[in-house]
């Protein structure tokens, strides 16, 4: 059997913070933030309001607006690094939720989780081990944010999307690619305890922390090179493209990868201006977004692509 990716769905809170919020808290201004993030607003999560709730709006969206029926689903992966609690997963907390029968994991790849757990699905299913897969990429960063870092408290938003993956004659997923470079673990972490990566002391402060110069360098250098080769893998040129779909971490990453590539600015879809960077969400958010907006269509080939903390990354092309 063949893995086809069937329906999508997504949800973000209701709260509304634009960047005049942030005026109060640290010296910046909506026009830096914008100038150099392309962020208008983002969404934060209520206090009472957690990752398994907004993955589980995204799913049922996503059942509501494709007519899916749920309960066969037999694997759910979900992609977080903001969980409720470290155990147990939010993926098993959902298939309580849902009275699935049915395996659960969670994937800790940050920003790239999205794209490993439909990786992950195509060779679960592809191996006939399983035949319906819940994809979840959710964050509510906005727990976890150091809200006394200017440079970085600015970026991130709450957010959820969701995709069913299923066992079909023809698949519409096509060559994956993935990878980490641990060796920039130091780069964007998260950690609640004070330790070593690669030699360098790291604070235990239970926020993110991110080192934006050297993330963006590598994004655009490494993700350029990647889609070169995600293109050869799947026989494809950049013509052949109707969306690119990465990561929305910060606009002028995308415009830089864009301009290396040679793929046309307005083929790029981005959740960021709306939403600011919400990891592992950012994907499925910029997707259903195109698709509200009458832009994605039937038939269309999307280049998908994932790349953050790890550093990791993950991606394939999808004909919708």
């Known amino acids: 059997m063949q893995a086809r990716l069937t329906a999508i769905g997504t949800y973000v809170p209701d709260r509304v913070i634009d960047n005049h919020y942030f005026e109060s808290i640290v010296e910046t201004s909506d026009e830096w933030i914008q100038s150099r993030t392309g962020i208008r607003e983002r969404r934060f999560a209520k206090p009472t309001e957690y990752v398994s709730d907004l993955a589980e709006q995204a799913i049922r969206n996503m059942a509501s607006n494709y007519d899916k029926d749920l309960s066969d689903v037999d694997y759910v992966i979900v992609a977080t690094v903001s969980h409720d609690h470290i155990m147990p997963s939010i993926a098993a907390i959902l298939q309580h939720r849902f009275d699935l029968k049915a395996s659960a994991i969670d994937i800790s790849a940050a920003c790239a989780g999205f794209g490993y757990g439909i990786t992950l699905a195509k060779a679960l299913i592809e191996s006939g081990m399983h035949r319906k897969i819940l994809v979840i990429g959710a964050e509510t960063l906005s727990k976890i944010t150091d809200f006394n870092d200017r440079t970085s408290c600015v970026l991130f938003g709450d ?11 023809s698949s519409n997923i096509g060559a994956c690619i993935s990878g980490a470079e641990g060796s920039h673990g130091q780069d964007l972490y998260l950690s ?4 070593m990566i690669n030699g360098e002391l790291i604070s235990a402060s239970g926020k993110i922390y991110q080192n934006g110069r050297k993330v963006f360098k590598w994004a655009v250098s490494r993700m350029s090179e990647q ?5 050869e893998k799947n026989d494809m040129t950049i013509d052949d493209i109707d969306w690119f779909i990465p990561h929305s971490a910060n606009m ?4 830089a990868i864009c301009k290396t590539t040679g793929i046309p600015l307005e083929k790029a879809l981005e959740s960021i ?3 600011g960077n919400t990891s592992s969400a950012s994907i499925p958010l910029a997707w259903d977004l195109g698709l509200q907006a009458g832009k994605v269509k039937k038939g269309d080939k999307l280049l998908v692509l994932g790349f953050g903390g790890g550093l990791a990354y993950a991606g394939t092309i999808i004909e919708w």
């Open 159 to 169: 957010g959820a999307g969701a995709v069913l993956i299923e066992a079909a004659e």
């Open 227 to 231: 889609i070169a080769l995600l293109l």
């Open 252 to 255: 002028r990453i995308i415009e």
């Open 273 to 275: 201006s709306v939403y």
């Open 192 to 195: 609640t305890h004070s330790t």
